[in-house]
């Protein structure tokens, strides 16, 4: 009998998608990636993780590569004060 089940820690998961351990540990706590428990550890089967590969949206030419709208609006912030204190630096 062959066990034919790859686990892997997080840590190797994360690195398979090209993603931080962190992100990786969110994906799983949204239910996106299926785990396993071995003694209490997080243990990521390969199947799960090309489940949600395959499951990903194909990137369409032409769609803006925005990571989150939280992002944007840091971003947006940012530069209207960087903007604020050039103009104030101007009228100086």
Known sequence: MS????????????AEL????TKLLQLVRDGRIAVKMLDGRIRIPVEAL????DA?????KGQPVVKSTKMVSVLAKSL??????RNNDANV
């Open 3 to 14: 066990i034919a089940l790859k686990l892997l820690s997080p840590s190797q998961a994360a």
């Open 18 to 21: 090209g993603v931080g351990r």
């Open 50 to 53: 090309q489940e949600f590969r």
């Open 56 to 60: 990903l949206p194909a990137y369409e």
């Open 80 to 85: 209207a004060r960087a903007h604020t204190y």
